[in-house]
Structure formats: C-alpha cells, structure tokens
C-alpha cells in the first residue's frame, strides 16, 4: 500500500473512533439526565425541553411538579418509602408518589381512595372549597383525618378552585423599650437585657413564638428594677 493510501485509511479510522466516541458520551449524558434531572419523585423534574416517557408534568392549579407516570414499574422503591397497609393491599408512598408491588418491582399507581398517609408530599397546593382545605399534589387530593391526611375524591368545585396564596409571614414584634428604676446605668442595662434575653431562651416554646420570648424578657427585666413598654 502507498502513503497516500496509508494516510486515508489512518483519517477514516480516526474518523470512525471520533464518531464512536461522541456516540457514546451522548448515550451516558442522556441516561444521566433521565436519571438525576428530575430531582426525585415529586420534586421538580427534567428541563422542559426535555422529554422522557417516565414522566410527566403536573400543572394543574399551578402545581408545576413532576412525577413519575402511572404505570411506570421501577426495580427499587426511591429512599424514605412510607409502607402503608390498607383494606389487605400493601402500597408504599414518597413525595406524593404511590406504588405497589408487582411481582419483584414496583409499579407507579394512583392512590386508593381512603387511604391515610401520616405527611403531605414537600410540593403540595392547597385549595379552599366549599370553605374546607384541601390539598393537591400529584393527581390526588387530601383531607385532613385522624392519623394524617386521606386521600379523597375530588370535591365538587374543583375544576374552578383556585390555589390558595400562602399566608403572609408574621410582622416581626418591636423591640420592648426599657426604663430603669433604680438609675441603672446604660452598660448596666444592656448588661442586664442579655442577661434576661439568655434567660428567655430556656423557657418552654419561648423559640418558637416570639411573645413568649419577649413575655419571658419582660419579667426578667421587671425583676431587675426595670418598667417595660
């Protein structure tokens, strides 16, 4: 063989290897996207340039989650699976996705009707009809009852309801202004404030609301010859 043949067979085996290799990467980044682009059941899914038949999109009510798609079989329920026994049929639950067992794999299902499930989904919306909450993840809408929240048929009015905006964060409570009796000096007040602000953090649910907290540095003050408003 030539040189020049020598050199156009060598240009078309790299062309060849190239094309392989491109081929390649394409096929792992794309079962990587299909694998890890949705985030987990229930939580936002794969850019929505991208299609996959696994799953689908729920916007219903502005929902705007994805889900695995009802009669998708997976070989492994995802991590943190809640089982849930009910009328003798054995479902397992997480992030608003329900299974049940089919054969050795499980399949994506809808949720009976009835059931209770301790947790709502991370993304769920709620509604108001008929002046009851309810709320929506998934396809399936819940109520509150004994032991959690059940999954119920949809209300009448549903197909018109409206989410519900969440409420508005609590305004912040003003600083108290304090006033010494006794002619405590500024350091000695400030020294004082913390003394009692410490004080306040240990008494029961003062974390987690605010007037039991200020409550709290109220009496502490008043005990140190200080009037509170």
Known sequence: MDTSKEDLAMKTLQKLVTAGLVLACMSV?????????HGGPGRPGPAP??????WQFDNRYH????????????????????????RGGSYFYQGGVWFRPYGPRYVVIAPPIGIVVPLLPPAYTTLYIGGAPYYYANGAYYATAPGG??????PPGADVAQPTPPPPPPKPEPDPILYPRNGQSPAQTEADRQECNRWATTQPAA????????????????GRGYTVR
Do not use: T
């Open 49 to 54: 340039g991208y299609r996959s038949p696994h």
């Open 149 to 154: 929240y059940a999954v119920v048929e949809p």
């Open 207 to 222: 974390m987690a609301d605010a007037s039991v907290f200020q409550r709290a540095v109220a009496a502490c003050m008043d």
């Open 63 to 86: 929902h705007d989650h994805y889900y695995p798609s009802r009669g998708y079989v997976a070989a492994a329920l995802p991590g943190g699976s809640i089982s849930i026994g009910f």
């Open 29 to 37: 980044g794309a079962l990587a996207q299909e694998r890890h682009g």
